[in-house]
């Protein structure tokens, strides 16, 4: 019994001592750790750091397991410090943990923000002509998202992106235009998403996980590549670049580079080169010509896409016509060094131009502007002149006064091939202009000329060569012709045409005299028209009409005589009296008159109605005239052999 009383004080002793050395040892632990606390939410690596605090296990839980006392346990790290993954904790919600150390109840709540699920990026690059190379794309950027608040947006600096799915994450400040430039070459897609900012001690305030957030959800941005080079085409001919609507252009020249120029009119197809080129310069003369100049034209910049790649056009100054216009025949013999250009003209229905150095390689072109129309570039027709030739054109086309315009033609560029070289493009030159002036036609007034043989003078008539302020274009006749029968001529002009002078100062007159040996030679002809044929071709066939005849006898007149009244007188008596404006004149003579033609004129003559006690002696002629008033010529005649019986 005292045994076992022992034993039972021995087994009170030894559990006391157990008891107490528990105890002792809890408090002595107890005293050793601290409750845990938060060193960093680390939403980069989606971690917790826990600062250990002397803690050898790391308890954590969600507020629902929590208030089941579920607790993760973790052996805590070596060192300060232990971590936790959070990984596993849906991204779509806010979630709370409470984490602890070992048996200590002491517990500290961690909220662990949800992902940013709504967030989009959109570009607009209207602004990226404004940046420099080294300047982020920020001000391009439009960041819709629900992260963020008014005072603290979600800004271009809390992004990261990376080139393609497989790309790295970068920091936005790496996103420069010139690094845009490079991606615009041939498209690619960029990934955004708010960069992981973690929650550290800042000052006295301690982790919680309000202070940071996780990276939010990618979204992706399309980078087209830039537009290929378009192709603009030059209208050398018309000055204009095929720029449109949407389009923007500039120019380098000697004097720098123009700013770029937009062409925002819907309705504008093409822009004249004299817009294109800084200062007035149209293309028409030596001092407005065309310099040397490179193009580039580009889309511009719009809110949806950048500007396109940029074309160039590399245009050689424009080529100064080297050409003189000269109203003369081309030289005989001229080859391509001659640079004039000749017109000449075929009279009135024609002119010639002639320019020896046209050739395939090196056209020329001309266009007719009538008297009164306005030279548009845009609408006149240009007629190629490819070599040296004649060529000919029409009056109707080439009409009086009009102004006749002559330029070097645009020249096409062609690539070279084995057999020939490159040829350079080259704009139309500017242009020499001629005002149109035909020469005058020789003008011969109508005339009806009556030619009798052995009494008409010779034929003469005048010629008007020109008008003042026209050339003559004939200056010699090359023969004159009654049908086939040509006639002798002679001609004078007044005043003189010198060689080589100007007829245009005055009016020449040339006056033509058809011998009368000529006319006297040809066969009697009735109203013949004379054929005029000048030197230059000219032919007139329709002014001068001839009449060439024999002298007509004149009618016989029937008279009588008789004694006179008075001693040694005769007295005429004539049957029938004298037609209204003639008269009745005698003549004595020792002669018969006989032969006399209605062409012969009476001289002198004694008149006398009654032809009564005519003075004679016997064997005497009393030649009785019916003669004109005017003009003395004979009508009738009748020459009387006086004999004595018819003397008193």
């Excluded at 817009?275 to 065309?290: E, L, N, R, W």
């Excluded at 424009?318 to 391509?336: C, L, Y």
């Excluded at 493009?425 to 109508?446: G, H, M, Q, R």
């Excluded at 008269?583 to 006399?596: C, F, M, N, W």
Aim: hydrophobic letters at 40%.
């Amino acid at each position: 019994m005292k045994i076992w009383k022992n034993r039972k004080l021995q087994l009170i002793l030894t559990l006391s001592l157990s008891f107490l050395g528990a105890f002792f040892i809890q408090e002595q632990t107890a005293m050793a750790a601290t409750p845990v606390t938060i060193k960093t939410v680390d939403y980069e690596e989606e971690n917790i750091i826990v600062n250990n605090n002397g803690n050898t296990r790391i308890y954590f839980a969600t507020n629902d397991e929590a208030a089941k006392d579920n607790w993760e346990v973790l052996d805590a790290d070596s060192g300060t410090a232990t971590t936790i993954d959070i990984s596993w904790l849906s991204a779509s919600i806010d979630n709370v943990l409470s984490l602890k150390g070992e048996e200590n109840e002491t517990k500290v709540s961690v909220t662990i923000i949800e992902r940013t699920q709504k967030f989009n990026i959109s570009i607009n690059y209207l602004g990226l002509g404004q940046l420099d190379p080294a300047d982020n794309i920020a001000s391009l950027l439009n960041i819709m998202t629900t992260a963020g608040s008014g005072s603290n947006p979600i800004v271009f600096d809390n992004l990261e992106w990376k080139k393609g799915d497989s790309g790295k994450w970068k920091d936005s400040s790496e996103l420069t235009v010139a690094q845009l430039s490079k991606y615009q070459i041939k498209g690619t897609e960029l990934y955004f998403r708010i960069k992981a900012i973690n929650d550290v001690t800042v000052g006295t305030l301690t982790p919680d996980g309000t202070m940071g957030n996780r990276a939010s959800s990618d979204t992706k941005l399309r980078i087209t590549k830039k537009v290929t080079a378009m192709v603009v085409g030059i209208d050398g001919a018309e000055f204009f670049a095929e720029i449109k609507y949407g389009k923007e252009y500039r120019i380098t020249t000697t004097g720098g580079t123009t700013d770029w120029v937009a062409v925002t009119d819907k309705a504008v197809k093409r822009v004249p080169l004299e817009t294109i080129y800084p200062g007035v310069s149209d293309g028409t003369t030596a001092t407005k010509a065309f310099p040397a100049g490179i193009i580039e034209i580009r889309n511009y910049t719009t809110s949806k896409a950048a500007s396109s790649k940029i074309t160039e056009i590399d245009l050689n100054a424009q080529r100064t016509i080297p050409s003189v216009i000269k109203e003369t025949a081309v030289p005989v013999g001229a080859t391509s060094s001659d640079k004039n250009i000749y017109i000449d003209y075929n009279g009135t229905k024609s002119m010639v131009i002639t320019i020896p150095n046209a050739s395939v390689n090196n056209p020329y072109e001309y266009c007719i502007i009538k008297l009164g129309d306005t030279f548009d570039i845009e609408r006149v027709a240009w007629s190629s002149i490819t070599k040296n030739t004649d060529v000919k054109i029409l009056n109707s086309k080439a009409v009086e006064s009009g102004t006749i315009y002559v330029r070097m033609k645009e020249i096409k560029s062609v690539q070279a091939t084995k057999i020939s070289p490159a040829v350079a493009y080259e704009l139309a030159s500017t242009y020499v202009t001629y005002k149109i002036n035909y020469p005058s036609d020789p003008y011969i007034e109508s005339i009806l000329y009556e030619y009798i043989k052995g009494y008409s003078d010779p034929f003469i008539f005048n010629i008007q060569l020109n008008v003042v302020g026209k050339k003559a274009f004939e200056a010699q006749i090359k023969n004159i012709k009654v049908g086939t029968k040509e006639i002798s001529f002679t001609s004078t002009i007044t005043p003189v045409i010198l060689t080589g002078a100007d007829t245009s100062t005055t009016e020449h007159i040339m006056k033509v005299t058809i011998e009368k040996a000529s006319l006297d030679a040809m066969a009697n002809i009735s109203n013949k028209g004379v054929t005029i044929t000048f030197m230059n071709g000219t032919t007139n066939k329709t002014s001068v009409k001839l009449t060439v005849r024999n002298p007509i006898p004149a009618a016989v007149l029937t008279a009588t005589a008789v004694k006179g009244s008075a001693v040694g007188t005769t007295v005429v008596s004539v049957v029938t009296s004298a037609a209204t404006g003639n008269k009745i004149v005698y003549s004595i003579g020792a002669t018969e008159v006989v032969d006399k033609m209605i062409e012969d004129t009476i001289s002198g003559g004694i008149t006398q109605n009654n032809l009564t006690d005519i003075a004679v002696t016997p064997g005497q002629y009393v030649t009785v005239y019916e003669v004109n008033i005017d003009t003395n010529k004979i009508v009738r005649y009748k020459s009387l052999l006086i004999s004595a019986d018819k003397i008193n």
